[in-house]
């Protein structure tokens, strides 16, 4: 990403202090709206300060506002600080409410605007970050999986490696997590993606009626029966059969599947001939199988019939950075659908967000995210749009030190587990030095492991 920053103010003078106090980064300077567009199209600087009083209207905000207006529209993404004086303050929350990002107070305060500034390229790192990884997602058959994470792309790999076999996949997970998504994603990979992918949900329907959906039953079985119906097992002939959660089935049912599976072939309800299937099975559940076996009410045969591969998919709190990645991915979505003019989250959203432990997990994300997107009245989907209940601490954007702090105790603390302890070892999977990871380790307050 640019390190380059924009500072648009009138005043040589304070132009130029300006200028100086944020010399860490690529300054680039303007007097006026014309000028200042022009470097916005020549350097697409990734962050602006900007003074709302430049002329010809040195004395209001036109010109300020209507520049903001034309840098956004020109390159959403760009941070842009506005200075806000005690009698411009209805200005600068005006622009805030256009999509700034942020105002500082004058007279100017070099430290103050110095760590605005900072934390504006921060944020800018960041999503200019989430955005790479979100082009970087391989397109179908796993278009519908948004993940980052090491913990998913793991499960994507796993995903990828077993979808063109023929084996039965057990999804397993909490609700919400997006075990149909992935069912799909295996039957898109597979030789049998042009066929059926039939999906049914066992905890959905009743027991006495969830035979004839798997099964189909012939005339005159049972009352109401009027015609001979196929079920979804024969209506995935050749295809997928998913069965969503499977945790659900009554222990009778259970025991036709078995069957089924061992011979591939079954009767309808009230049928005496053999129909025979050639399918793939996808499996999922959200309930405790093993715990369930131990108790007595789900079959251990079936559950090794079903369970030939088993991929667990990690909640979305175990997801480092997935929520806000799909947070995004929503909020394009339902913006275009729901023809809303929304160009992002505000910094205190994404913190709520990353903070959130999203207990119903992408459903739940997915769900406020499109009310969020309903109920915003500014250019940017704020903290209170989303109605999320607030953490201590949360809203707070760690500084530049911090964040570094954090990513390398993360890196040195998963190089040592992975070396067990060796440095050596461990210095080489970090790409640095034996001294230098000693001194990060001393930095970090990591103790050697003691070698046996």
């Not at 500084?399 to 998963?414: C, I, K, M, S, Y």
């Amino acid at each position: 990403m640019s390190d380059k920053l924009l500072i648009v103010e009138d005043d040589p003078g304070l132009r130029g202090q300006m200028r100086w106090a944020l010399s860490e980064h690529q300054p680039i300077l303007a007097g006026d709206r014309p000028q200042a567009m022009a470097a916005v199209r020549r350097e697409e600087p990734a962050v602006v300060v900007l003074d709302l009083g430049l002329p010809p209207d040195a004395a209001g905000a036109g010109e300020g506002l209507a520049l903001i207006e034309a840098i956004l529209a020109f390159r959403p993404a760009t941070k842009i600080i506005v200075a806000s004086g005690n009698e411009d303050r209805a200005n600068a929350v005006a622009a805030i409410g256009m999509g700034a990002w942020d105002f500082f107070q004058k007279p100017v305060d070099p430290d103050a605007l110095g760590l605005t500034v900072r934390r504006a390229f921060h944020v800018a790192r960041l999503e200019g970050e989430l955005a790479r990884l979100g082009a970087g997602l391989r397109p179908s058959p796993l278009a519908g999986v948004i993940a980052a994470s090491p913990e998913m792309l793991k499960v994507c790999r796993a995903v990828e490696r077993v979808g063109s076999s023929n084996v039965g996949v057990l999804l397993t997970g909490e609700s919400g997590t997006g075990k149909e998504v992935l069912a799909q994603a295996l039957h898109g990979l597979s030789p049998r993606a042009k066929m059926p992918f039939v999906a049914i949900n066992c905890a959905a329907i009743r027991e006495t009626l969830l035979e004839s959906e798997l099964f189909g039953h012939e005339r005159g079985a049972f009352t109401g029966a009027v015609k001979q119906t196929e079920g979804k097992i024969e209506q995935a002939q050749g295809g997928t059969l998913f069965l969503d959660e499977i945790g659900d089935m009554p222990a009778p049912l259970q025991a036709k599947l078995l069957r089924f599976l061992q011979n591939r072939s079954f009767e309808r309800i009230g049928g005496r001939r053999s129909i025979a299937v050639d399918l793939r099975l996808i499996s999922a559940t959200n309930r405790d199988l093993a715990a369930m076996m131990a108790a007595g009410t789900f079959r251990e045969d079936l559950f090794w019939r079903l369970n030939e591969v088993g991929i667990h998919i990690p909640p979305l709190r175990d997801r480092d950075g997935d929520a806000v990645l799909l947070a995004r991915f929503y909020l394009a979505r339902f913006a275009r659908s729901l023809d809303r003019p929304l160009r992002g989250f505000t910094s205190e959203a994404l913190a709520a967000i990353a903070a959130h432990p999203w207990p119903g997990n992408v459903r739940e994300l997915e769900n406020r995210v499109k009310r969020a997107v309903v109920m915003a009245e500014g250019k940017l989907v704020g903290e209170a749009d989303l109605d999320l209940p607030r953490a201590d601490g949360q809203g707070a954007v760690p500084t530049l030190r911090q964040a570094r702090e954090q990513a390398d105790l993360g890196a040195v603390t998963r190089a040592l587990a992975l070396a067990d302890g060796n440095i050596s070892e461990a210095a080489k999977l970090l790409g640095v030095s034996r001294p230098t990871l000693y001194d990060l380790m001393n930095s970090l307050n990591l103790k050697r492991k003691e070698q046996p």
